[in-house]
């Protein structure tokens, strides 16, 4: 079946640090690839999305290129502040009648000042 | 409000009861979707209610989980005979329109616990 695997947690970074959060997916088809992010007392929410194969979604500084070849969504941003400090959640949907998003396990980010 | 309302936000019950917990979507918003969330894991699909119906229900783990929509807004998700297993933060999302793979817009969930 459909899977996405991220890379294991936690991080932490230093404030102003490069971030690359990992994602590697399996599903048949053509997938649409998402981040979400929840932040401490939050709920979830959409950071990006690409939809088709060499989209790259980026939304508050954070970037992710869909690379079919690769099957993978890494997720990236350049300078890292305390405030982007949450739980990172790669997920896919596949649309037609079975479309539904499964996601990864999430990875804790924190960002010392 | 302007976002998907869950309530409780926290439910602890014994094993062996029956709980129900409730999501209002926001307005206007076809789909609705459950999902539950283990302690360490991501979220992982339950149902799907296009309108009133439940369009696919492949995720439900058992029947003991039963979910309803009966005027296509707000959903109530069932569960009998709780188990110490059900523990985990429920999740319900809704969205305008399914297949154009629109935003899913998320609860804040409800902790259940089963003690």
């Known amino acids: 079946g459909d899977s996405v695997t991220q890379m294991e947690g936690p991080v932490t970074l230093s404030e102003e640090a490069f971030l690359t959060i990992n994602c590697t997916y399996t599903a048949t088809g053509y997938p649409s690839l998402f981040w979400y992010v929840q932040y401490p007392g939050e709920g979830l929410q959409l950071l990006l999305k690409a939809t088709k194969a060499d989209d790259k979604g980026s939304n508050k500084g954070f970037e992710a290129t869909y690379r079919k070849e690769t099957t993978s969504f890494h997720l990236e941003k350049g300078s890292v502040q305390v405030s982007d400090s949450a739980v990172y959640f790669c997920a896919l949907m596949k649309a037609g009648a079975n479309s539904k998003l499964t996601f990864g396990k999430g990875i804790t980010l924190s960002v010392r000042p | 409000g302007a976002g998907v309302s869950q309530t409780p936000s926290n439910k602890v019950t014994e094993k062996g009861k029956y709980v129900e917990l409730r999501c209002d979507p926001i307005s206007g918003h076809t789909a609705l979707y459950w999902y539950r969330q283990s302690l360490g894991q991501g979220p992982e699909f339950l149902i799907y209610f296009q309108g009133t119906g439940a369009a696919d229900d492949s995720g439900l783990p058992n029947d003991r989980f039963f979910a309803v929509r009966p005027e296509g807004s707000v959903s109530t998700l069932k569960i009998q005979r709780t188990e110490r297993g059900d523990s985990a933060v429920y999740l319900c999302?809704?969205?305008?329109?399914?297949?154009?793979?629109?935003?899913?817009?998320f609860g804040q969930g409800t902790r259940l616990t089963v003690v």
């Open positions: 999302a809704s969205s305008l329109f399914r297949y154009r793979n629109t935003e899913a817009f």
